[in-house]
């Protein structure tokens, strides 16, 4: 297995956080809520709507079993995750508590897969001057 490096540099996490922003809302936000949720990626691609809103619409408490050490996480999305996610919310046109928050682009109710999410971080890392080694988990390092 290949080492990947956390970005460290703050002035590159603005740039990278810029960038996607201006791209693709989907992958801002994944960007962001990984970064600061640290969870695995294959544990953040299957969170769905119903774990981080309640029936009226505001955030809650994460509570999920990792898939890996299947250990119980509660997590609190900080100011800049509910940001992010609200702007993905803003930027869909409905949305169930079924839907993934990181839906593929291939059909319904598909999460983006982890090999596309290795892309996309990839691509943006590239695009603004990483030039660490830079992969999904990147994100819970960082």
Do not use: C
């Not at 297995?1 to 801002?28: A, C, F, H, W």
């Not at 996480?73 to 803003?90: F, H, T, V, Y």
């Amino acid at each position: 297995m290949i080492s990947v490096d956390p970005i460290r540099d703050e002035q590159k996490i603005q740039t990278m956080k810029s960038y996607l922003k201006g791209k693709n809302v989907r992958d801002y936000a994944l960007f962001v809520v990984g970064i600061n949720v640290a969870l695995r990626i294959t544990d953040l691609l299957a969170l769905k709507w119903g774990d981080i809103l309640d029936e009226k619409g505001i955030f809650k408490e994460i509570r999920l079993l990792e898939g890996k050490t299947k250990k119980e996480r509660r997590i609190q999305l900080n100011k800049p995750s509910q940001r992010a996610l609200e702007a993905l919310l803003g930027s869909l046109d409905g949305y169930s508590f079924d839907d993934y928050l990181f839906q593929s682009r291939e059909g319904a109710q598909k999460p983006l897969s982890r090999q596309q999410a290795l892309n996309i971080l990839k691509d943006a890392a590239k695009a603004v001057g990483i030039k660490d080694n830079v992969g999904t988990h990147s994100l819970r390092k960082t």
